[in-house]
T-cell receptor
Framework: DTGVSQDPRHKITKRGQNVTFRCDPI?????LYWYRQTLGQGPEFLTY????????KSRLLSDRFSAERPKGSFSTLEIQRTEQGDSAMYLC??????????FGQGTRLTVV | GENVEQHPSTLSVQEGDSAVIKCTYS??????FPWYKQELGKRPQLIID?????GEKKDQRIAVTLNKTAKHFSLHITETQPEDSAVYFC???????????FGPGTSLSVIP
């Protein structure tokens, strides 16, 4: 599969635990985006990278959230001290500088 | 920042009829307007897009129109089929490779 890959697909965690998600973009895509989607809503922008540089972070991204893209390839999104309100689908997308982004299948997080 | 509104939130049509979804945006700097289709449990998929230098674009049964002065854009699906049933999101962005701001979505049901 040469599309955007996200791991894991599903994650159930207890409130207060830390979780980390991984996104592997399409090969040679230099831009990588993270979005969050709750049930019945459109995806909300969280942050994005151009190569390894994090260019923008949404105000939605509290201090408990951190994203990295250390070598400009895959990216990780970590949520510390999870809360029930963090339950959502976390979507990753990637693109090149002149074209639209393609989305991964997402990681569905459930905080119990 | 950009805000995208979308109407209606739900739409039910008979197979073969047309469906129209309307959106407005707030940021006059937006120049790229993609439309995504999301089936239950799947990733958003780009179905058509339009750039600000174009007023209308058509791809088989799907057409989009853009009125940049009024900050309105619309999706038209003709000869609807049951497989068109999904949630449709309009969105706005500065360019095709910038962060995308999504509308809240329209749940389309095509009744056989």
């Amino acid at each position: 599969d040469t599309g955007v890959s996200q791991d894991p697909r599903h994650k159930i965690t207890k409130r207060g635990q830390n979780v980390t998600f991984r996104c592997d973009p399409i090969s040679e895509h230099n831009r990588l985006y993270w979005y969050r989607q709750t049930l019945g809503q459109g995806p909300e922008f969280l942050t994005y990278f151009q190569n390894e540089a994090q260019l923008e972070k949404s105000r939605l991204l509290s201090d408990r959230f951190s994203a990295e893209r250390p070598k400009g390839s895959f990216s990780t999104l970590e949520i510390q001290r999870t809360e029930q309100g963090d339950s959502a689908m976390y979507l990753c997308a990637s693109s090149v500088d002149w074209a639209e982004a393609f989305f991964g299948q997402g990681t569905r997080l459930t905080v119990v | 920042g950009e805000n995208v509104e979308q109407h209606p939130s739900t739409l039910s049509v008979q197979e073969g009829d047309s469906a129209v979804i309307k959106c407005t945006y707030s940021d006059s700097a937006s120049n790229y307007f993609p439309w995504y289709k999301q089936e239950l449990g799947k990733r958003p998929q780009l179905i058509i897009d339009i750039r600000s230098n174009v007023g209308e674009k058509k791809d088989q049964r799907i057409a989009v129109t853009l009125n940049k002065t009024a900050k309105h854009f619309s999706l038209h699906i003709t000869e609807t089929q049951p497989e068109d049933s999904a949630v449709y999101f309009c969105a706005a962005s500065l360019t095709s490779y910038d962060k995308v701001i999504f509308g809240p979505g329209t749940s389309l049901s095509v009744i056989p």
